[in-house]
């Protein structure tokens, strides 16, 4: 086992849990910070980051929701002598254009790569778990998801194997240096067929049902939503329609030397585990 400390941020959220549990498992030495752990990260007090980021070599950063902060948090984590980050980032970022939504990734990803540490990029696809979040999973239980997407795909991507890649390339140091990884499932789905699979997985009666842009943003807002985060999650079907997200490629077997998982096993997994049960 080695010495190096490998910082894991956002160790409670969906893509840290995974990759924390994953790296043990490696006997890296690991240190799980947010703002709920043993060891807490908040991206609002920068006073407390220096003692974060003492004895690290490499860091895994999920970006706080507001661009900035990690500009401060990379020079931090260069004077402590970090050596590697590995950031994550959403998928096809370079053709986001003048989009609103994904401005915290930008902002992020610019950090990084202007950095002179060693530096790998995860892009990733719309998870397939948000399918079993918020905002999705109480309207699929419920009978009917409504969303601003017509009939551009989206090549929904297993957190599993988010969590793999992530694990790998930070396990094997010097490999991955400057590169911008793209990770999108094998083929991509419509929302609406995304949620006949569910349906048909799943036995229950659930529809797709495609609203307006405004529609979907007061609907947001109705179920307790700030004017803020409806406009964002709006924006971020707004672009999609565009299509700057619906390509698919070969990133995930490239590290792991396999191909993603598809959309149909992450749907068998969850209704296994009574995901969309009333």
Not at 70 to 75: G, L, R
């Given at each position: 086992?080695?010495?190096?400390?490998?910082?894991?941020?956002?160790?409670?959220?969906?893509?840290?849990?995974?990759?924390?549990a994953?790296?043990?498992?490696r006997?890296?030495?690991?240190?799980?910070a947010?703002?709920?752990?043993?060891?807490?990260?908040?991206?609002?007090?920068?006073a407390?980051?220096?003692?974060?980021?003492?004895?690290?070599?490499?860091?895994?950063v999920?970006?706080?929701?507001?661009?900035?902060p990690?500009?401060?948090?990379?020079?931090r984590a260069?004077?402590a002598?970090?050596?590697?980050?590995?950031?994550?980032?959403g998928?096809?970022?370079?053709?986001w254009?003048?989009?609103?939504?994904?401005?915290?990734?930008?902002?992020?990803?610019d950090a990084?790569?202007?950095?002179?540490?060693?530096w790998t990029?995860?892009?990733?696809?719309?998870?397939a778990q948000?399918?079993?979040?918020?905002?999705?999973?109480?309207?699929?239980a419920a009978?009917?998801?409504?969303?601003?997407?017509?009939?551009?795909?989206?090549p929904f991507?297993?957190l599993?194997?988010?969590?793999?890649?992530a694990?790998?390339v930070?396990?094997?140091?010097?490999?991955?240096?400057?590169?911008?990884y793209?990770?999108?499932?094998?083929?991509?789905?419509?929302w609406a067929?995304a949620?006949?699979?569910?349906?048909?997985?799943?036995?229950?009666?659930?529809?797709?049902r495609?609203?307006?842009p405004?529609?979907?943003t007061?609907?947001?807002v109705q179920?307790?939503?700030?004017?803020?985060?409806a406009?964002l999650?709006?924006?971020m079907?707004?672009?999609?329609?565009?299509?700057?997200?619906?390509?698919?490629?070969?990133?995930?077997?490239?590290?792991l030397?396999?191909a993603?998982?598809?959309?149909e096993d992450?749907?068998l997994?969850?209704?296994?585990?009574g995901?969309?049960?009333?």
């Open positions: 086992m080695s010495n190096d400390t490998t910082l894991v941020l956002g160790a409670t959220g969906n893509t840290g849990r995974r990759v924390a994953r790296l043990r498992l006997d890296t030495h690991v240190r799980a947010s703002r709920s752990s043993r060891t807490p990260f908040d991206w609002f007090r920068p407390d980051w220096d003692q974060v980021l003492q004895g690290v070599t490499t860091a895994y999920v970006p706080p929701a507001v661009p900035g990690v500009h401060e948090f990379v020079a260069q004077a002598g970090v050596r590697r980050l590995v950031l994550l980032s998928h096809g970022a370079d053709d254009g003048d989009s609103a939504f994904g401005l915290d990734m930008r902002s992020a990803e990084v790569r202007g950095s002179t540490l060693e990029v995860l892009r990733a696809a719309n998870f948000n399918f079993v979040g918020p905002p999705f999973r109480a309207p699929l009978g009917e998801l409504a969303l601003p997407a017509g009939t551009v795909p989206e991507i297993d599993e194997d988010v969590a793999d890649v694990a790998a930070l396990s094997e140091p010097g490999r991955h240096a400057g590169r911008v793209e990770l999108t499932g094998p083929r991509g789905l419509t067929e949620v006949e699979l569910i349906s048909r997985a799943s036995g229950l009666p659930i529809a797709y495609q609203v307006s405004a529609e979907y007061a609907a947001l179920e307790g939503w700030s004017e803020d985060e406009h999650l709006t924006e079907f707004v672009l999609l329609e565009r299509g700057a997200t619906a390509w698919t490629t070969d990133d995930v077997a490239t590290v030397g396999r993603p998982r598809t959309f992450f749907v997994r969850a209704v296994a585990a995901a969309w049960l009333r």
